[in-house]
């Protein structure tokens, strides 16, 4: 009796939702018409109730952003991972840029397109070319100059954004520069990583562990070792694949890809390697100064229009400031001195972060 | 228009505006059924952009044929939030002030609305878990008994059976609240 009626309620819930009414569904069973229709109107109750949990367009939005960007960074990890083709892969992504560079950078659309800001039909191709910029970025120490740079560029434009209060295009700059600054600070934290793990001496001949592709030209330090954790974040972070129970019936192992195999690498010796030390400590010295003064500079612009801005609006406000702050926190040092990075579990602090445009960054 | 098999198979294959669909027509969804388990907005944010970007770095190791993308999707979405509970204190509760539908703008119907809403996921807390497992996927979420019994991992029978027992110990429940 029971299992027939769960049956015919399903069949009505289906229905109902199918756009036939209820009272229709209770015509066809007339029998179970009385402990039907309390039922259906509860399960219909409880989706009317379900319907007013919208998430906040703001969050959708910056959401797809966030997504949008870890698609763009999946894509660049995914690509050396064949060992055989990503040199050649580079060298004519490079070539090709340098022909598109040539081919554009004379032209009067790329030049108007420097100074163009998020809400400028040319920003588009602002960041096109600067994308362009990025593939010339070969060495760690390039790729942080270059993502500074443009750490720098989003600042000034969260700045202008902030200052004609356009929340939307502000928060949307303030994701950039965060990922600018996730990016950048990735590559100074290979470059201290790389300082740390640097021979005492001149010459080696003593395999290390280190992870493919190997360093390619000669300005390239020592790969990371495995705590630099840009391509395999913390396991109770962020697992590689669905939780367990996902992964109980999917994937199956045979069709997940497996990890790229540690390598065996012999370090050449580099016979100026204490000069280059000097060199990147000081590089990174730099870095770091650059990128709290751009932080800084979006933090103050970006409280000031917080400070301004409607009740409704302050939450997005406030977000967008904890973005960038989420970022500083996580870029700090950790107790042996390297860089950290580790990417944020649930956010859940971001919340507590009540930052002042007084404060430097970060502070603490 | 693509079918969702085909466009899965394109999100598998590194296609991101496919992943981007994909994720246009789950994240309301998801959204609401990690909203209704966990304490607060801020929570219901932070999982539900994990459970996308989880999703993002897993789907190419995703096939088809052994589990529907929507089921899949809320396994993760149901694990991470077992995760994030497990790693949670129990002492706070949502409270009414942080219920949602803030997008209404008459305040006395966003307040009727946040007080539904808080009303419900009180209702669904006391019931048994497998009841609300079902009953969340299925009500909440709007999937199909199909793609319940696959992210659950139960036959369709089963899940019939806890729908229909949710649904009467639901009913008890808000029974005042609903019929006056």
Redesign the interface.
Known sequence: MARKLDDIFNECYERIRSGESLESCLNRHPEHAVELEPLLRTALDIGRRASYIQPRPEFKHWSLVRLEGEQHYISQQRQPAKPGLSSLRRSWAVAVAAVLILLLAGSGTVIASSNAMPDDPLYTVKLATEEVKLTFAVTDAQKAQVHIQLAETRAAEVETMANEGKTDQAAITAERFAEELEQASLAMAKMESAMSTAPPSTTTTEPTLTEPPPPTPEEVPPAPPATVTEEQPTPEEVPPAPPATVTEEQPTPEEVPPAPPATVTEEQPTPSKDTKLDKWATQRERFKKSVEESASKSLTALEKAKEKASPQTKKDWQRAIDKIWEKGREREPDKNGTWEWRRNGNGGESNTVNPTPSQPYPSR | MLSEEHLVQKAVN?D?AA??QL??QN??RI??YI??KVRSQ??A??????V???????I????WR??PFAA?LF??A???V???VRKQSKEKRASLDEA????VEDPIQMTE??F??Y??KEAMERLPEAQREV?MLR??S?LS?AEVAKTL?KSE?TV??L??NA??S??KT?HGK??G
């Open positions: 590194g991101q992943f981007t994720y246009n994240f309301d959204h609401r909203y209704v801020a929570e944010e932070d999982l539900t952009q994990d996308f970007i989880k999703a993002l770095e897993s190419s190791s995703y096939k052994d589990l899949w396994r993760i149901h694990n991470r077992i995760d994030h949602y539908a803030k997008s609305r946040n539904e809403v009303q419900l009953a009500f909440i709007q008994i991992g029978g019939k059976a729908q229909f649904t009467a639901l009913r808000l609903i019929n």
